[in-house]
């Protein structure tokens, strides 16, 4: 074999994945996992993206997810930075008694858990290093994507050889350029709020239970973190705030901004203070009209970017990961062309129902919830108590949280 085929050859993958984030990771792994070899390519440097301080979110992970994480091997490594959530409190300003979902009401295992971002990717890290059909390209400049009849090629900063195969699976974001660059009709729709995002430990234990608090001002979750010395006494806070305002809390000492979530938390989780940095996030909603095209597959936040409200994006990511990752699987051992376009509508026929109502669901509750009006306020508060009482719809609604 000359140089130049060899080189070729070695370039050559089954499915290229482009954005390494969460979505893209879990991606490259479940592929790697079914026997594909898989080349992910990130901008940023994973020195970088490994720290801790590169995003110190704590996500919540539906049960579902944790049933995929679990069948990839990973969950035994996660475990030990899991917080269970057996409890959901959602309440709105005002008099009311709000919604109290409780696992135990329909289940034998927890509604969800929570895990520090920083673990899930350096687990996840360390379980792609493992595979011997992975490649990493990391930090990397994508030149240029293009897609042909029979493959997809794309070239790097740097490198002479193209990268090509017959799929690429867009993991680049929600503001994802691949996604632009092929032109599938997007519509993206600002909050004008920004989700103030910072750590608190506090007096009283959480009691495995997460809050979601709706003020006129956007909703502020509180979601329970495993620490050290398993006190139950740390929350992960994401408060979405007005953009201004947000701007504004971020900048407050840490006793004013104690002083602010105190008056929604103090009865239940006693005095609390904050520990650590802040970050900011901007919210809006991302809806893509066909997540896939010839030799493309949009996944994660590049295909559907939701209001972290239900804490449900990255859970609808994996859930495209894994549906897609058996997909192929089959397609596969039937000997099937992995870029086709009529394989690849099956899969987005599949997916198309769980990302339209979680997406609607979603900006439903921040559009009735985020508002000043007054009527609409009572009415708010009569559907929480209402649905608290309704055990059926109730029941949904949790199998729903849970990702069942
Ligand atoms: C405040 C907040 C809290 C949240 N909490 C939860 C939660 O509790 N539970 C939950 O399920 N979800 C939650 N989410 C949603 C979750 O963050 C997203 O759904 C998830 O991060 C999407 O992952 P992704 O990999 O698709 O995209 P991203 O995380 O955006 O990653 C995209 C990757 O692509 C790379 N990239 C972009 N452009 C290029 C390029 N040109 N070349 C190469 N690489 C590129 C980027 O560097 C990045 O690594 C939350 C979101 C916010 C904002």
Redesign the pocket.
């Known amino acids: 074999m000359s140089e130049q085929n060899k080189t070729e050859s070695q370039n050559h993958f089954d499915i290229l994945i482009?954005?390494?984030?969460?979505?893209?990771?879990?991606a490259a792994l479940l592929m790697c996992q079914q026997g594909f070899k898989a080349a992910l390519?990130?901008?940023?440097d994973y020195k970088d993206?490994l720290s801790a301080n590169y995003d110190g979110?704590?996500?919540?992970?539906?049960y579902g997810?944790k049933l995929v994480l679990e069948k990839a091997g990973i969950w035994k490594d996660l475990e030990s930075h899991a917080q269970e959530i057996q409890d959901i409190f959602v309440t709105s300003e005002g008099p009311g008694e709000g919604l109290h979902y409780a696992a135990a009401e329909i289940a034998d295992h927890p509604m969800g858990f929570?895990i520090e971002?920083r673990h899930f990717r350096a687990t996840v890290y360390e379980a792609l290093q493992k595979q011997e059909n992975f490649h990493l390209f990391?930090p990397?400049?994508?030149d240029e994507i293009t897609f042909h009849q029979s493959h997809v090629k794309v070239q790097i900063s740097g490198k002479d050889s193209p990268f090509t195969a017959p799929l690429a699976l867009a993991?680049?974001?929600?503001?994802?350029?691949?996604r632009e660059q092929v032109g599938l009709k997007s519509k993206t729709i600002p909050y004008n709020q920004k989700?103030l995002?910072f750590v608190i430990d506090h007096e009283k234990s959480h009691n495995n239970c997460a809050y979601e608090h709706f003020l006129k001002t956007g909703p502020v979750?509180l979601?329970p973190m495993k620490d050290e010395f398993c006190r139950r006494t740390r929350c992960g806070v994401?408060w979405?705030l007005h953009s201004d305002r947000a701007d504004d809390y971020y900048a407050l000492s840490n006793s004013d901004l104690e002083t602010e979530l105190s008056r929604h938390f103090s009865e239940i989780l006693g005095p609390l203070s904050v520990n650590g940095r802040r970050?900011l996030?901007?919210?809006d909603v991302t809806v893509v009209k066909n997540y896939v095209a010839p030799r493309l597959v949009l996944?994660?936040?590049?295909?559907h970017?939701?209001?972290?409200v239900?804490?449900?994006?990255?859970?609808?990511?994996?859930r495209d990961v894994s549906t897609l990752a058996t997909h192929l699987n089959k397609a596969k051992d039937l000997g099937l062309d992995l870029g086709s376009l009529t394989l690849l509508k099956d899969y987005e026929k599949k997916r198309r129902k769980d990302i339209l109502s979680m997406t609607a669901m979603c900006d439903g509750l921040v559009r009735l919830f985020s508002n000043d009006n007054k009527s609409l306020g009572h009415l708010r508060r009569m559907g929480l108590d209402l649905t608290d009482k309704l055990p059926m719809l109730k029941k949904t609604l949790t199998r729903h949280a849970m990702g069942l």
């Open positions: 482009i954005g390494g984030g969460p979505v893209g990771m879990t390519f990130d901008r940023l993206v979110r704590t996500f919540a992970y539906a997810s929570n971002t990391a990397c400049d994508i993991a680049d974001g929600k503001n994802s350029f691949i989700a995002v979750a979601l994401i979405s970050w996030f901007p919210l996944i994660g936040d590049s295909a970017a939701i209001h972290p239900a804490g449900q994006g990255f859970n609808l990511g994996l």
